[in-house]
Protein backbone atom coordinates (compact mmCIF):
# COMPACT_ATOMS: atom_id res chain seq x y z
CA UNK A 1 0.00 0.00 0.00
CA UNK A 2 1.52 3.11 -1.47
CA UNK A 3 2.10 5.97 1.48
CA UNK A 4 0.01 9.35 2.04
CA UNK A 5 2.03 12.23 2.56
CA UNK A 6 0.00 15.00 4.44
CA UNK A 7 0.68 18.77 3.76
CA UNK A 8 1.77 20.56 6.84
CA UNK A 9 0.17 24.23 6.91
CA UNK A 10 1.87 25.19 9.82
CA UNK A 11 5.24 24.73 8.34
CA UNK A 12 4.37 26.12 4.97
CA UNK A 13 3.30 29.19 7.03
CA UNK A 14 6.09 29.36 9.12
CA UNK A 15 8.38 29.28 5.64
CA UNK A 16 6.22 32.09 4.09
CA UNK A 17 6.37 34.06 7.51
CA UNK A 18 10.23 33.82 7.73
CA UNK A 19 11.06 34.27 4.04
CA UNK A 20 12.28 30.81 4.01
CA UNK A 21 12.19 29.92 0.31
CA UNK A 22 14.05 26.81 0.68
CA UNK A 23 11.06 25.45 2.96
CA UNK A 24 8.19 26.40 1.04
CA UNK A 25 9.96 24.74 -2.49
CA UNK A 26 10.12 21.59 -0.42
CA UNK A 27 6.32 21.47 -0.46
CA UNK A 28 5.67 21.70 -3.86
CA UNK A 29 5.83 18.78 -6.72
CA UNK A 30 8.42 18.65 -9.56
CA UNK A 31 5.91 19.28 -12.36
CA UNK A 32 3.39 22.07 -10.24
CA UNK A 33 1.94 24.55 -11.92
CA UNK A 34 1.47 28.14 -10.16
CA UNK A 35 -1.18 31.06 -11.52
CA UNK A 36 -0.60 34.68 -10.83
CA UNK A 37 -2.97 37.49 -11.31
CA UNK A 38 -2.28 40.83 -10.39
CA UNK A 39 -2.25 44.48 -11.88
CA UNK A 40 -0.06 43.36 -14.45
CA UNK A 41 -1.13 39.43 -15.03
CA UNK A 42 -4.48 40.26 -15.85
CA UNK A 43 -7.26 37.45 -15.40
CA UNK A 44 -6.91 36.84 -19.73
CA UNK A 45 -3.14 36.90 -19.58
CA UNK A 46 -2.05 35.06 -16.03
CA UNK A 47 1.11 34.92 -15.59
CA UNK A 48 1.86 30.83 -15.26
CA UNK A 49 4.90 29.05 -13.75
CA UNK A 50 5.36 25.14 -14.96
CA UNK A 51 7.50 23.49 -12.67
CA UNK A 52 9.86 23.70 -10.29
CA UNK A 53 12.70 25.35 -11.50
CA UNK A 54 9.92 28.60 -12.61
CA UNK A 55 8.24 28.41 -9.26
CA UNK A 56 11.64 28.05 -7.58
CA UNK A 57 12.43 31.64 -8.97
CA UNK A 58 9.85 33.22 -7.97
CA UNK A 59 9.52 31.82 -4.43
CA UNK A 60 13.24 33.24 -4.13
CA UNK A 61 12.46 36.33 -5.74
CA UNK A 62 9.45 36.78 -3.21
CA UNK A 63 11.56 35.89 -0.08
CA UNK A 64 14.27 38.34 -1.51
CA UNK A 65 12.43 41.15 -1.00
CA UNK A 66 12.86 43.44 2.16
CA UNK A 67 9.06 43.08 3.04
CA UNK A 68 6.99 41.58 6.22
CA UNK A 69 4.37 38.35 5.21
CA UNK A 70 1.27 37.45 7.59
CA UNK A 71 -0.74 34.63 6.37
CA UNK A 72 -4.26 34.75 7.70
CA UNK A 73 -7.78 33.40 7.36
CA UNK A 74 -6.56 29.40 6.70
CA UNK A 75 -8.60 26.85 5.65
CA UNK A 76 -7.98 23.48 4.59
CA UNK A 77 -9.64 19.98 3.84
CA UNK A 78 -7.51 16.66 1.86
CA UNK A 79 -7.58 18.15 -1.23
CA UNK A 80 -6.07 21.99 -0.61
CA UNK A 81 -5.27 24.79 1.04
CA UNK A 82 -6.86 28.23 0.92
CA UNK A 83 -5.24 31.67 2.61
CA UNK A 84 -4.60 35.16 2.53
CA UNK A 85 -1.35 36.70 3.01
CA UNK A 86 -1.02 40.35 4.30
CA UNK A 87 2.57 41.82 3.03
CA UNK A 88 3.95 44.69 3.80
CA UNK A 89 7.05 47.07 2.26
CA UNK A 90 9.11 48.40 4.60
CA UNK A 91 7.94 52.40 2.53
CA UNK A 92 4.43 50.92 4.01
CA UNK A 93 3.13 49.67 0.32
CA UNK A 94 0.66 47.13 0.81
CA UNK A 95 0.21 43.99 -0.82
CA UNK A 96 -3.05 41.39 0.08
CA UNK A 97 -3.08 38.01 -1.83
CA UNK A 98 -5.94 35.19 -1.74
CA UNK A 99 -4.07 31.53 -2.61
CA UNK A 100 -5.67 28.67 -3.24
CA UNK A 101 -3.60 25.67 -3.53
CA UNK A 102 -4.41 21.92 -4.35
CA UNK A 103 -2.29 19.09 -3.12
CA UNK A 104 -1.52 15.68 -4.10
CA UNK A 105 0.20 13.69 -1.67
CA UNK A 106 1.30 16.17 0.68
CA UNK A 107 2.74 18.44 -1.93
CA UNK A 108 1.34 22.07 -4.21
CA UNK A 109 0.39 20.52 -7.15
CA UNK A 110 -1.36 23.84 -8.19
CA UNK A 111 -1.74 27.16 -6.86
CA UNK A 112 -3.85 30.46 -8.32
CA UNK A 113 -2.82 33.61 -6.87
CA UNK A 114 -4.94 37.00 -6.74
CA UNK A 115 -2.75 39.94 -5.78
CA UNK A 116 -3.68 43.70 -4.95
CA UNK A 117 -1.26 46.52 -4.76
CA UNK A 118 -1.67 49.93 -3.07
CA UNK A 119 -1.18 52.01 -6.14
Not at 64 to 72: A, I
Not at 110 to 116: D, L, N
Request: hydrophobic letters at 40%; one cysteine or more; charged letters at 25%.
Amino acid sequence: MPTTHTFDLNTFTQAIEERDASAQLAMYADDAEVTLVDRIARPGAPRVLRGKGEVQAWIEDVCGRDMTHRVQHTVQDEGGVAFTEACRYPDGTGVICATVLEIDDGLVVRQIGVQAWDE
